[in-house]
């Protein structure tokens, strides 16, 4: 119940519920009209609570169990608290890389009558930063059949370890030796892996000559 002068009726102004809205006209000098109107006044969605439940994630990683609770309407999630940068409509997951820092995303819903959530929540999502994986090799280049070593120099704490040399074999080990013994230009890619189960990957050439390259 109440009255306003206004040419605009405004949701807050009546409250939510069903409501019988009377416009009244009064025109000079005592002419008058009217007209009824039901209407009814719908509350906006809770907001929805977000949770991931394969946290945290590593460095430039897919972002792909997120979801929210929702009360039945539609799910938005955006990248920035000004909800320009819609990420994702729907529920419950998408796909994003997860960069190198911690992750924030704003989670919003819309009702199926269209009305939206006053707020929003903010979920912040953890990344942890990946390893570095680093290696030497001596020789790194000379005469087949040439015996290389591989020196580990990959950080932090990284624990698993998986060589290929270029296709002619592989290793687990942490400082492998390979013999190559056909000439050729050698492609030895490392991938070293944390016990978060972060991985980095390198790589390094090595080549190998013929004997009678020289002459």
């Given at each position: 119940?109440?009255?306003?002068?206004?040419?605009t009726l405004y949701p807050g102004f009546t409250g939510?519920?069903?409501?019988?809205?009377?416009?009244?006209?009064?025109?000079?000098?005592?002419?008058?009209?009217?007209?009824?109107?039901?209407?009814?006044?719908?509350?906006?969605?809770?907001?929805?609570?977000?949770?991931?439940?394969?946290?945290?994630?590593?460095?430039?990683?897919?972002?792909?169990?997120?979801?929210a609770n929702d009360a039945g309407g539609f799910i938005?999630?955006?990248?920035?608290?000004?909800?320009?940068?819609?990420?994702?409509?729907?529920?419950?997951?998408?796909?994003?890389?997860?960069?190198?820092?911690?992750?924030?995303?704003?989670?919003?819903?819309?009702?199926?009558?269209?009305?939206?959530?006053?707020?929003?929540?903010?979920?912040?999502?953890?990344?942890?930063?990946?390893?570095?994986?680093?290696?030497?090799?001596?020789?790194?280049?000379?005469?087949?059949?040439?015996?290389?070593?591989?020196?580990?120099?990959?950080?932090?704490?990284?624990?698993?370890?998986?060589?290929?040399?270029?296709?002619?074999?592989?290793?687990?080990?942490?400082?492998?030796?390979?013999?190559?013994?056909?000439?050729?230009?050698?492609?030895?890619?490392?991938?070293?892996?944390?016990?978060?189960?972060c991985a980095d990957t390198t790589k390094a050439t090595?080549?190998?000559?013929?004997?009678?390259?020289?002459?």
């Amino acid at each position: 119940t109440g009255t306003t002068s206004n040419d605009t009726l405004y949701p807050g102004f009546t409250g939510i519920g069903p409501h019988n809205i009377i416009y009244t006209l009064t025109l000079p000098p005592s002419c008058s009209g009217k007209d009824t109107l039901k209407i009814n006044i719908y509350p906006n969605p809770a907001v929805p609570t977000a949770f991931t439940s394969d946290t945290p994630y590593c460095a430039f990683s897919n972002i792909d169990s997120v979801v929210a609770n929702d009360a039945g309407g539609f799910i938005t999630w955006y990248s920035n608290s000004a909800l320009t940068d819609t990420l994702y409509y729907g529920n419950p997951v998408f796909d994003i890389s997860a960069g190198t820092d911690s992750f924030d995303v704003w989670v919003t819903e819309t009702s199926l009558l269209g009305c939206e959530s006053n707020s929003t929540y903010l979920l912040t999502i953890p990344v942890i930063p990946n390893p570095e994986a680093s290696f030497t090799a001596n020789p790194i280049e000379g005469f087949a059949p040439l015996n290389v070593s591989f020196s580990n120099t990959s950080l932090p704490d990284t624990n698993s370890f998986t060589w290929d040399f270029a296709g002619v074999g592989t290793s687990s080990s942490n400082n492998p030796t390979f013999i190559f013994n056909q000439p050729g230009t050698y492609e030895i890619m490392l991938i070293a892996v944390d016990a978060n189960g972060c991985a980095d990957t390198t790589k390094a050439t090595v080549i190998v000559n013929r004997e009678d390259s020289l002459i």
